[in-house]
Structure formats: structure tokens, C-alpha cells
């Protein structure tokens, strides 16, 4: 059984920076991408980060780029997502998800996700 956990939500102000944090087991980790979504009330999920399985490329959402940056460590089987320059329209529930494959390519499996860890940025 795959379990997904996220950590390291909170709420910082304006300008301030959070680093997140997955784990992922039940699964091989280093073969699978990983990538980061979230969430605002009101608002579609959307993507945040991806990263390969061996952490050599990455993608990010436009709304992100030059803030936040991806990265994971593999032997700890362990996903970053280090955000800076923090701003209210960041706040949303931050969830964690396994690719099924090595790619971020199309949309993590149903079971691979976390339950989410919250970020508020108060305006």
C-alpha cells in the first residue's frame, strides 16, 4: 500500500519562506517522479513542481518560477519544495503525489497522494 505524507505547512507572512516536505513508501521511490499541487478554496487543483525520478529535471508553474525550487533525496526517499518570496495567492492546501513512472507525465494514480499540508500566506 502506497502512503503519501506531506509536512512543513504554516502560515508566514508576505515576502517570508516554508520548505515542504514528502515522504513517500509502498513504492520504489527513486523510480517514480514526484511532483507538488495545490489547492485554494474556491479554486481548481492545480501544479506546482515536478521532478524526475533521479532529480535531473524539473518543471514549475509559471506562478512559482524563480520562488520556489523542487528537489528530492532519493536514499532518504524524501521531496522538497523550498519556497521563497512567499505571497498571499500561495495560500492552498500543498499536496504531495507519485508519477506512476519515472516522467512527470500525465496525472499521478488516484492512491499516490498525501491528504495535503496547509500554507497561508495572510494578506
Known amino acids: 500500500q502506497v502512503q503519501v505524507v506531506e509536512s512543513g505547512g504554516g502560515s508566514v507572512q508576505a515576502g517570508g519562506f516554508l520548505r515542504l516536505s514528502c515522504t513517500a513508501s509502498?513504492?520504489?521511490?527513486?523510480?517514480?517522479?514526484m511532483g507538488w499541487f495545490r489547492q485554494a478554496p474556491g479554486k481548481q487543483r492545480e501544479g506546482v513542481a515536478c521532478?524526475?525520478?533521479?532529480?535531473?529535471?524539473?518543471d514549475y508553474a509559471d506562478s512559482v518560477k524563480g520562488r520556489f525550487t523542487i528537489s528530492r533525496d532519493n536514499p532518504k526517499g524524501t521531496m522538497y519544495l523550498q519556497m521563497n518570496s512567499l505571497k498571499p495567492e500561495d495560500t492552498a492546501m500543498y499536496y504531495c503525489?507519485?508519477?506512476?513512472?519515472?516522467?512527470?507525465?500525465?496525472?499521478?494514480?488516484?492512491?499516490?497522494w498525501g491528504r495535503g499540508t496547509q500554507v497561508t500566506v495572510p494578506s
Open positions: 503525489a507519485a508519477y506512476a513512472n519515472a516522467q512527470c507525465i500525465g496525472s499521478p494514480p488516484n492512491n499516490y
Open positions: 509502498g513504492l520504489t521511490f527513486g523510480g517514480h517522479a
Open positions: 521532478v524526475n525520478w533521479r532529480g535531473s529535471a524539473t
